[in-house]
């Protein structure tokens, strides 16, 4: 899978923008923040497009969050 600009897109870019999703910084986007409750940690177990959610509990929403636009 590659960028809009040719580079090669990794599990570490997944987890960067879930992280920033998952856990705002500077209480920005803080509607979003309560669809990914049971989210523990976002994790990228190698250099695939491959990423790990770990949850605090199990969350039957967190699929449709993670299709969702919103």
């Known amino acids: 899978m590659k960028f809009h600009d040719g580079t090669e897109a990794t599990s570490r870019d997944v987890e960067a923008t879930y992280d920033k ?3 705002p910084p500077h209480r920005r986007d803080l509607y979003r923040k309560g ?21 605090k509990r ?4 967190l699929l449709i969050n ?5």
């Open 66 to 70: 993670l299709a969702s636009s919103l």
């Open 35 to 55: 669809a990914y409750r049971a989210v523990e940690a976002i994790e990228a177990p190698g250099s695939r497009i491959r990423s790990r959610f770990r949850l």
């Open 58 to 61: 199990p969350g039957g929403l």
């Open 21 to 23: 999703i998952v856990f």
